[in-house]
Nanobody, 115 residues
Framework: QVQLVESGGGLVQSGGSLRLSCAAS????????MGWYRQAPGKQRELVAQ???????NYADSVKGRFTISRDNAKNTVYLQMNNLKPEDTAVYYC?????????WGQGTQVTVSS
């Protein structure tokens, strides 16, 4: 059974930092493309950052220079380091794993940035 478990969310002041983690099980992690998405109230879910199985990364324009995605294949974990957080980063953050045609989502973790 494929499972993704996110952690690391919370409440932080504007300008602060958080690191999200997503631990994967039941998949061949090293060949999976991993991503972080977010969904704010009343808005559609949007891509934040992606990292391919080969380590190539892609970021939304709104987070470039502030967020960094990374992966540890030995720990089957993907991370999202978020620096200089802004109130507009407030959302539920979801981890996604994609391998071939199979896409799996985590349950989400809340990030709230106060002004």
């Amino acid at each position: 059974q494929v499972q993704l478990v996110e952690s690391g969310g919370g409440l932080v002041q504007s300008g602060g930092s958080l690191r999200l983690s997503c631990a994967a099980s039941g998949i061949i992690f090293r060949v999976s493309h991993m991503g972080w998405y977010r969904q704010a109230p009343g808005k559609q879910r949007e891509l934040v950052a992606q990292i391919t199985s080969g380590g190539f990364t892609n970021y939304a324009d709104s987070v470039k220079g502030r967020f960094t995605i990374s992966r540890d294949n030995a720990k089957n974990t993907v991370y999202l380091q978020m620096n200089n957080l802004k109130p507009e980063d407030t959302a539920v953050y979801y981890c996604n794993a994609r391998a071939g045609l199979i896409s799996t989502w985590g349950q989400g973790t809340q990030v709230t940035v106060s002004s």
